[in-house]
């Protein structure tokens, strides 16, 4: 079956780094565009940051220049790189899947962003 697990998520400090990834399975990833969507608590979920089948990134106005997407194909991985974390980046993020018009979810990480 199709699974897409996070991991990488936790405690950090203001201006402190994570790096996120998400291991896909059940898909052929290299026709995916993936992509990182989170949802803080009380709001509804955002996208961060996709990445297309030939690599390309795009962010979200929020993240970027702190935030870097990556793609393995040969590890059907992508990553998520936060730098300069802020408090207000706190959110559960979610790995996504997309093949035309058929979408899959992760479970989601919790990154918590607190002195």
């Known amino acids: 079956q199709v699974q897409l697990v996070e991991s990488g998520g936790g405690l950090v400090q203001p201006g402190g780094s994570l790096r996120l990834s998400c291991a896909a399975s059940?898909?052929?990833?290299?026709?995916?565009?993936m992509g990182w969507y989170r949802q803080a608590p009380g709001k509804q979920r955002e996208l961060v940051a996709s990445?297309?089948?030939?690599?390309?990134?795009s962010y979200a106005d929020s993240v970027k220049g702190r935030f870097t997407i990556s793609r393995d194909n040969a590890k059907n991985t992508v990553y998520l790189q936060m730098n300069s974390l802020k408090p207000e980046d706190t959110a559960v993020y979610y790995c996504?899947?997309?093949?035309?018009?058929?979408?899959?979810w992760g479970q989601g990480t919790l990154v918590t962003v607190s002195p």
């Open positions: 996504n899947a997309r093949h035309g018009s058929l979408e899959r």
């Open positions: 059940g898909i052929i990833f290299r026709l995916n565009n």
């Open positions: 990445i297309s089948l030939g690599g390309s990134g």
